[in-house]
């Protein structure tokens, strides 16, 4: 399948009318409610809002882990939902890189090897060693999960994600079981990345004071993307404390 972006084509994900609803029971649950969204090239949304709110579930949509109940998602014009998962599965090692708020690092396996498991499957890889000096961690390369903070090990998790050269980051709470000093240092890894590859970048957060990072701001609630902002000037990660 050709994924090859049009060049005057500055939207990179185009979601319209996406519900999701999951049956627990005889109960349905709206995760989504006829959510509208474009992302364009090379820039950084924050998703805010409560849990509950569908964060979570509108960033498994677009990244292809999972399907609407309704609505489409368009990638380069092409439909998520007309995918087979071979080919889903090809849009997310070669499209998105995804990380979540536990590291789901190998113990076993060094920081550079867990890199290495995702550039050996991709097909226009950096070197590991690369991915992880963008995070601030060429001189972590040996060492274990064990022996890392869980700033680090989560900085491992970033430089993961994006050694396959991703066009989309999308990133879930990844900050949300570190303290505010260790949190700080993984959204300047982020910041970092945006800036140096110009990646896409979405930032799932309950946490109010990160949206001052962003380009553009959605807040969620219900289901709903309830309001859009532009924060008048982005605030540098290292600005930010909780």
């Given at each position: 399948?050709?994924?090859?972006?049009?060049?005057?084509?500055?939207?990179?994900?185009?979601?319209?009318?996406?519900?999701?609803?999951?049956?627990?029971?005889?109960?349905?649950?709206?995760?989504?409610?006829?959510?509208?969204?474009?992302?364009?090239?090379?820039?950084?949304?924050?998703?805010?809002?409560?849990?509950?709110?569908?964060?979570?579930?509108?960033?498994?949509?677009?990244?292809?882990?999972?399907?609407?109940?309704?609505?489409?998602?368009?990638?380069?014009?092409?439909?998520?939902?007309?995918?087979?998962?071979?080919?889903?599965?090809?849009?997310?090692?070669?499209?998105?890189?995804?990380?979540?708020?536990?590291?789901?690092?190998?113990?076993?396996?060094?920081?550079?090897?867990?890199?290495?498991?995702?550039?050996?499957?991709?097909?226009?890889?950096?070197?590991?060693?690369?991915?992880?000096?963008?995070?601030?961690?060429?001189?972590?390369?040996?060492?274990?999960?064990?022996?890392?903070?869980?700033?680090?090990?989560?900085?491992?998790?970033?430089?993961?994600?994006?050694?396959?050269?991703?066009?989309?980051?999308?990133?879930?709470?990844?900050?949300?079981a570190l303290d505010s000093t260790t949190g700080v240092l993984v959204l300047e890894a982020i910041e970092h990345i945006h800036a140096e590859l110009g990646t896409t970048t979405v930032l799932i957060t309950h946490n109010a004071v990160i949206a001052g990072m962003a380009d553009r701001v959605l807040v969620m609630a219900d289901g709903r993307i309830q309001e859009e902002r532009r924060p008048p000037r982005r605030i540098?990660?290292?600005?930010?404390?909780?």
């Open positions: 399948m050709d994924m090859q972006a049009p060049a005057a084509s500055r939207t990179t994900r185009r979601a319209r009318g996406l519900t999701k609803v999951y049956a627990s029971g005889e109960v349905e649950v709206h995760a989504l409610r006829g959510v509208d969204l474009e992302l364009a090239h090379g820039e950084l949304v924050v998703l805010l809002g409560p849990s509950g709110s569908g964060k979570s579930t509108l960033l498994n949509i677009l990244g292809g882990l999972d399907t609407c109940s309704s609505g489409s998602v368009l990638f380069r014009d092409q439909p998520l939902g007309a995918m087979d998962e071979r080919m889903l599965t090809a849009y997310r090692r070669r499209h998105v890189g995804f990380v979540f708020q536990f590291y789901n690092l190998i113990p076993s396996l060094t920081a550079l090897e867990n890199v290495a498991l995702v550039t050996e499957i991709a097909t226009n890889p950096m070197a590991p060693a690369e991915a992880l000096a963008l995070v601030g961690l060429a001189a972590r390369l040996g060492h274990f999960p064990a022996q890392l903070s869980g700033g680090e090990q989560q900085r491992v998790a970033i430089a993961r994600a994006i050694a396959k050269r991703p066009d989309i980051l999308l990133c879930d709470e990844p900050t949300g540098r990660a290292r600005e930010l404390s909780w």
